[in-house]
């Protein structure tokens, strides 16, 4: 072996991603401050039943904490692309910090109230909407492209197991002490915060300081995604399922307590969501290998729509958290393989805009979903409920099978091997991406 080739393979084989420390770093961050945001997250309505006694007042801290989710993707993003995207991290871990950190102090010295409560959980939910944008971001910056799935699935492990760890964690820190999830949560931020101050690698490619109006820079990323046939619809159909997700996460809640379910057996049903959710996130990248984008599109949909009429014929909490386990099974795989040729074919420069475009399109469904469902059972209860939920998805899987763009859906391997230069170029920094980035 001569000396030219020594010297270029370890450029051209990039190590694995055990042994990538700055994903390792960013990874490990991010896991462990999810792990705190669960624990706090089921703590805050525990706090607010204590504090006043009233479950509007609960729901009403849950809505303003959620409530970021749909009024700051955009201009998230469009900060994340002007903004050095580290620095964007590293100051909304400081400020989740003492944010959080207030609850915690507050308690301890007995002073906390309502309003109180909902201006940290405004706060907070508007810092983790640009963190989660950075971040996602990022990614493609700190794997090889090779690499992009299989990070994305350790991502999406990370997620599901941090809510599965995270939110019997934060109900028993509860139990000891009302401070003690925040303060664990506050203590989680700060691991995140090091573990960024220690990461090396850039968050983004080289590019010109943007200087114009916001404004334009708030729809670039929409006019960019609109002229992405195959991410366009598969972002509508995310939008579907998760407004169906939401529904069905009531639904299954009202199923098993009235076939007589315990509180206990209900959080188990959903631990059996939790570990699908995780297989499926393991399983990813093998399954992204041997599959094709249709094939997954396709499949995931009428699997979900396969799957929700089955509620109607299992009993107990245990068989319905069986179902929707395996319901659970089939995001990961749907969510890495979209998710990474979404980042792989973006440009660098308005990564974030489109993430942000993508999230408020997917994301705004789950409040949505929220009050359908809980209309539908109101109205018609479960068992009809599921009925119509079960069509609803129906109509999904025969949207995505009948679907031009997802018929004729890319390549993710191509997109992978894509040249950094022809991305570059796609940008168009200085002018409106959307006029000349090509359609897929």
Not at 111 to 133: D, K, M, N, W, Y
Not at 408 to 417: E, K, R, T, Y
Request: proline residues 6%; positive net charge.
């Amino acid at each position: 072996m001569t000396d030219t080739v020594r010297e270029e393979l370890p450029r051209n084989v990039p190590p694995p991603l055990l042994r990538n420390r700055d994903f390792l770093l960013l990874w490990q961050g991010a896991a462990v401050s999810g792990l705190g945001s669960n624990a706090s997250g089921v703590a805050y309505p525990l706090l607010v039943l204590a504090l006043t006694g009233s479950p509007a007042d609960a729901g009403t801290a849950g809505f303003v904490a959620l409530v970021p989710q749909l009024l700051f993707p955009l201009p998230a993003g469009a900060l994340v692309d002007r903004w050095n995207r580290r620095r964007t991290m590293i100051w909304c871990d400081v400020l989740r910090v003492l944010a959080i950190g207030s609850v915690a102090a507050a308690l301890l010295l007995d002073r906390l109230s309502l309003p109180h409560i909902l201006a940290v959980g405004f706060a907070e939910g508007t810092l983790t909407v640009c963190f989660q944008i950075a971040s996602s971001a990022a990614v493609p910056n700190v794997v090889h492209p090779s690499q992009l799935a299989a990070a994305l699935s350790r991502n999406e492990a990370r997620a599901r197991g941090a809510t599965m760890l995270g939110k019997p964690l934060g109900g028993a820190l509860f139990g000891f002490g009302r401070a003690l999830p925040f303060l664990f949560d506050a203590v989680s931020y700060l691991w995140s915060l090091v573990s960024l101050l220690l990461i090396r690698t850039e968050f983004q490619a080289e590019r010109r300081p943007r200087s114009g109006p916001l404004h334009r820079d708030l729809t670039e990323g929409v006019r960019w995604l609109w002229r992405q046939p195959f991410i366009r619809t598969t972002t509508f159909l995310i939008a579907g399922s998760n407004l169906l997700f939401q529904a069905v996460f009531l639904t299954v809640i009202l199923m098993a307590r009235d076939q007589g379910g315990s509180p206990a057996a209900i959080g188990l049903m959903f631990g059996l969501g939790a570990v699908g959710g995780v297989l499926g996130s393991l399983l990813a990248p093998e399954l992204e290998r041997r599959l094709s984008m249709r094939t997954v599109v396709i499949g995931a949909n009428w699997a979900w729509a396969l799957l929700v009429p089955v509620l109607l014929l299992v009993h107990g909490p245990y068989l319905i958290g069986a179902v929707y386990g395996l319901m659970c099974f089939v995001g990961p795989v749907w969510n890495v393989v979209t998710s990474a040729y979404q980042l792989a074919v973006t440009p660098d420069a308005i990564q974030g805009r489109v993430i942000g475009a993508v999230g408020l399109i997917a994301f705004g469904a789950v409040p949505l979903g929220s009050l359908i469902g809980g209309a539908l059972l109101s109205r018609f209860g479960a068992h009809s409920t599921v009925v119509v939920l079960a069509a609803w998805m129906v109509l999904l899987g025969a949207t995505a099978t009948l679907s031009p763009s997802v018929r004729s859906a890319p390549s993710l391997a191509g997109a992978a091997a894509r040249p950094d230069g022809e991305a570059e170029a796609d940008a168009a920094v200085g002018t409106t991406a959307a006029e000349s980035a090509p359609s897929a």
